[in-house]
């Protein structure tokens, strides 16, 4: 399977803990997404990386978030101090640069994030 | 004002008829993209297919088709011929490649499409 991998696909979790999820892009794209979809909405950005460099953060991106992507390869994004809100699914996506608007971007299967 | 809007919640169509979703988009950028994204109940978000705004034709994927209508923004989703297995939700989604904000895509809220056998 060459596509978008993600990991864990389900996580359910106690509020105040934190969680760790990770994304496997297609090898050969050097743009990486996240994004957080809850219940009844589309997907909302989060953030995206051109290699290792975290290029832009959404406001939907408070500091108990961070997100890495260290060789510019695989990412993480971890989440402190969980709350319910927090509760919805996380989407990793990969693309190629932007050179134009076509580059079309793929997405993995999403981890599923439960706080209790 | 919402970037991307998607007027029906939820659709039933019987199988095999065509199915037309609808979307709507507001951007000042000349150039941008426009996706539709078809989301089962696993989750994974699958790509459909893809119209530039400068492409004078109309897109087209096997059983997929983009009416594009720029002057009016819209660009709806066609699908012929409809199967049992297209039961799903159905994004719109935009890329700007030149105005500020994420350089990612703008959902819509989605439809949820039901075929009926």
């Known amino acids: 399977d060459t596509g978008v991998s993600q990991d864990p696909r389900h996580k359910i979790t106690k509020r105040g803990q934190n969680v760790t999820f990770r994304c496997d892009p297609i090898?050969?794209?050097?743009?990486l997404y996240w994004y957080r979809q809850t219940l009844g909405q589309g997907p909302e950005f989060l953030t995206y990386?051109?290699?290792?460099?975290?290029?832009?953060k959404s406001r939907l991106l408070s500091d108990r978030f961070s997100a890495e992507r260290p060789k510019g390869s695989f990412s993480t994004l971890e989440i402190q101090r969980t709350e319910q809100g927090d509760s919805a699914m996380y989407l990793c996506?990969?693309?190629?640069?932007?050179?134009?608007?076509?580059?079309?971007?793929?997405f993995g299967e999403g981890s599923w994030l439960t706080v209790v | 004002a919402q970037k991307i809007t998607q007027t029906q919640p939820g659709m039933f169509v019987q199988e095999k008829e065509a199915v037309t979703l609808d979307c709507t988009y507001d951007?000042?950028?000349?150039?941008?993209?426009l996706f539709w994204y078809k989301q089962p109940s696993s989750g994974e978000m699958i790509f459909l297919i893809y119209?530039?705004?400068?492409?004078?034709q109309n897109a087209t994927e096997g059983r997929y088709s983009l009416n594009f209508q720029k002057a009016r923004k819209s660009a709806n989703l066609v699908i012929s011929a409809s199967q049992l297995g297209d039961s799903a939700m159905y994004f719109c989604?935009?890329?700007?490649?030149?105005?500020?904000?994420?350089?990612?895509?703008?959902f819509g809220k989605g439809t949820h499409l039901i075929i009926q056998p």
């Open positions: 996506a990969s693309s190629f640069s932007a050179g134009d608007s076509g580059n079309t971007i793929y």
């Open positions: 090898s050969e794209h050097n743009r």
């Open positions: 990386f051109q290699n290792e460099a975290q290029l832009e």
């Open positions: 951007t000042s950028d000349q150039s941008y993209g």
């Open positions: 119209q530039g705004s400068y492409d004078e």
């Open positions: 989604a935009m890329r700007e490649v030149s105005g500020g904000g994420a350089d990612g895509l703008t």
